[in-house]
């Protein structure tokens, strides 16, 4: 393969999605898998520069991750890229027992003999920054610390009641976390300060990134780091952006490629399981601009009768769409309709209703050829699309006014869903009219 400047794997599809448009944006021919693929099918995508799998683990026991991120990590240890980089959620959203960041950076350090950590997670290209440790996000055009956010404070699987990360991950590791604050690395002798910082922890670095500026230095803070412990990081697609803006000064990469509009289809389809209050206003809009909204029961989903509610959810969808209309199906239209209580009675019921709205979307496709699809929510997203058979995703339309949904390009065997155009929408991603921009084929 060419080098590889970036292998990664992503704690949730929409987040891997994220990583992938971040790359191709900037001229880093990027693919994703959905597994570890096999000789043959990495050998098709030998002339890219960055290869990821996109995973679950976001939504995960520990003992799930011990068991299933060692082997990933082994295999992407195996194609010595530069970086390797545990991704995860912009917003940090993890708990000791459910998508534990501090788990998954126990297993990566462990796999890579390397005793120092770096993590970022501010990203201002996603409105997310870091300061002193600790993490803001914007909403609404105004920006809250996480712990405030309207939307992350409240989040059905894992609230954060807390925005200092090193507090935040000191309960779901043992490992100590320094940070290097912006007073450190805006300073004149930072390199020598971040290095004596590193050296002195023996576990995890945390790089504040609150401008273009100290994302600038992340970027060079984690090439020299990655020189002295090893290439394995863990942090947001800020990793991403903090490192390509210091490839760009070196000469690695060009800094940029040209994605021309794909124009419009006369018919999307939209699986939707996201209780986000962005996504409610989202399918609102899409209703305005011509799409049918249908209801789902997200508990008869996961019942005992769920092939018959996913055979419902299909005739339904498919009278839609033969009637010329683009659909969104949706389990909840905002916070105010999560019935989350309810399904954590019912042992996996949230995976389970990932698949089921799969299944829903792969037979809609079949049915009826389409050649455009989206599936909103982030762990929806992640148990959603395994269901469509495809092996592999490449950046087909970046969304440069809202990155991390882009429109991508499906790969794989199964005739109906090789060539599929398919954006994976996080809860608190995309503009309010993000859906019909998908359906026609719009960058902005």
Same mark, same amino acid.
């Given at each position: 393969?060419?080098?590889?400047?970036?292998?990664?794997?992503?704690?949730?599809?929409?987040?891997?999605?994220?990583?992938?448009?971040?790359?191709?944006?900037?001229?880093?021919?990027?693919?994703?898998?959905?597994?570890?693929?096999?000789? !043959?099918?990495?050998? %098709?995508?030998?002339?890219?520069?960055?290869?990821?799998?996109?995973?679950? *683990?976001?939504?995960?026991?520990?003992?799930?991750?011990?068991?299933?991120?060692?082997?990933?990590?082994?295999?992407?240890?195996?194609?010595?890229?530069?970086?390797?980089?545990?991704?995860?959620?912009?917003?940090?959203?993890?708990?000791?027992?459910?998508? /534990?960041?501090?788990?998954?950076?126990?297993?990566? $350090?462990?796999?890579?003999?390397? *005793?120092?950590?770096?993590? &970022?997670?501010?990203?201002?290209?996603?409105? %997310? @920054?870091?300061?002193?440790?600790?993490?803001?996000?914007?909403?609404?055009?105004? &920006?809250?610390?996480?712990?405030?956010?309207?939307?992350?404070? %409240?989040?059905?699987?894992?609230?954060?009641?807390?925005?200092?990360?090193?507090?935040?991950? *000191?309960?779901?590791?043992?490992?100590?976390?320094? &940070?290097?604050?912006?007073?450190?690395?805006?300073?004149?002798?930072?390199?020598?300060?971040?290095?004596?910082?590193? /050296?002195?922890?023996?576990? #995890?670095?945390?790089?504040?990134?609150?401008?273009?500026?100290?994302?600038?230095?992340?970027?060079?803070?984690?090439?020299?780091?990655?020189?002295?412990?090893?290439?394995? &990081?863990?942090?947001?697609?800020?990793? !991403?952006?903090?490192?390509?803006?210091?490839?760009?000064?070196?000469?690695?990469?060009?800094?940029?490629?040209?994605?021309?509009?794909?124009?419009?289809?006369?018919?999307?389809?939209?699986? *939707?399981?996201?209780? /986000?209050?962005?996504?409610?206003?989202?399918?609102?809009?899409?209703?305005?601009?011509?799409? !049918?909204? #249908?209801?789902?029961?997200?508990?008869?989903?996961?019942?005992?009768?769920?092939?018959?509610?996913?055979?419902?959810?299909?005739?339904?969808?498919?009278?839609?769409?033969?009637?010329?209309?683009?659909?969104?199906?949706?389990?909840?239209?905002?916070?105010?309709?999560?019935?989350?209580?309810?399904?954590?009675?019912?042992?996996?019921?949230?995976?389970?209703?990932?698949?089921?709205?799969?299944?829903?979307?792969? $037979?809609?496709?079949?049915? !009826?050829?389409?050649?455009?699809?989206?599936?909103?929510?982030?762990?929806? /997203?992640?148990?959603?699309?395994?269901?469509?058979?495809?092996?592999?995703?490449?950046?087909?339309?970046?969304?440069?006014?809202?990155?991390?949904?882009?429109?991508?390009?499906?790969?794989?065997?199964?005739?109906?869903?090789?060539?599929?155009?398919?954006?994976?929408?996080?809860?608190?991603?995309?503009?309010?009219? @993000?859906?019909?921009?998908?359906?026609?084929?719009?960058?902005?």
């Amino acid at each position: 393969m060419e080098r590889l400047l970036v292998s990664y794997y992503g704690d949730d599809f929409t987040g891997s999605t994220d990583v992938m448009e971040a790359m191709a944006s900037h001229g880093v021919a990027t693919a994703l898998f959905l597994d570890i693929p096999s000789p !043959e099918t990495l050998d %098709r995508f030998k002339d890219c520069q960055a290869i990821g799998i996109a995973g679950t *683990s976001r939504s995960e026991t520990p003992a799930w991750m011990q068991q299933h991120l060692t082997p990933v990590f082994e295999w992407l240890r195996s194609l010595n890229a530069d970086v390797c980089h545990y991704k995860v959620c912009s917003t940090f959203d993890s708990s000791p027992k459910t998508g /534990s960041i501090g788990k998954a950076i126990e297993i990566g $350090r462990a796999i890579f003999d390397q *005793s120092v950590v770096p993590v &970022v997670v501010g990203a201002p290209q996603l409105k %997310r @920054y870091t300061a002193f440790g600790n993490l803001f996000a914007a909403y609404q055009g105004n &920006v809250y610390r996480i712990d405030r956010h309207p939307v992350m404070s %409240r989040h059905p699987v894992t609230p954060m009641g807390e925005a200092d990360l090193a507090v935040h991950l *000191s309960k779901q590791t043992k490992l100590p976390v320094a &940070v290097a604050d912006l007073a450190m690395i805006t300073m004149g002798d930072a390199d020598l300060r971040v290095d004596q910082l590193a /050296s002195n922890s023996g576990g #995890i670095v945390l790089i504040d990134v609150d401008s273009e500026a100290t994302q600038a230095a992340a970027g060079c803070h984690l090439i020299r780091l990655g020189r002295q412990f090893g290439g394995f &990081v863990a942090g947001s697609s800020g990793i !991403e952006y903090a490192l390509l803006n210091a490839w760009r000064q070196s000469g690695v990469v060009t800094g940029h490629a040209d994605f021309p509009d794909v124009g419009p289809v006369d018919r999307l389809a939209v699986v *939707s399981g996201s209780v /986000s209050p962005t996504t409610e206003r989202q399918i609102r809009k899409a209703v305005d601009d011509g799409f !049918e909204s #249908i209801s789902l029961d997200p508990l008869s989903l996961v019942s005992g009768d769920s092939d018959g509610a996913v055979d419902a959810a299909v005739r339904d969808g498919i009278q839609r769409l033969r009637d010329g209309k683009s659909v969104i199906l949706h389990t909840a239209l905002g916070p105010t309709a999560d019935v989350g209580a309810h399904m954590d009675e019912v042992p996996g019921a949230r995976h389970e209703l990932g698949r089921a709205l799969g299944t829903v979307l792969r $037979r809609l496709i079949e049915s !009826e050829g389409l050649s455009r699809a989206v599936i909103a929510g982030g762990d929806t /997203s992640s148990h959603a699309l395994r269901q469509l058979k495809i092996e592999a995703l490449t950046t087909l339309l970046p969304l440069p006014q809202t990155p991390g949904s882009p429109l991508c390009l499906a790969h794989g065997s199964y005739p109906p869903t090789n060539g599929l155009q398919i954006a994976l929408k996080g809860g608190q991603v995309g503009t309010d009219g @993000y859906f019909a921009q998908i359906r026609d084929g719009r960058k902005n």
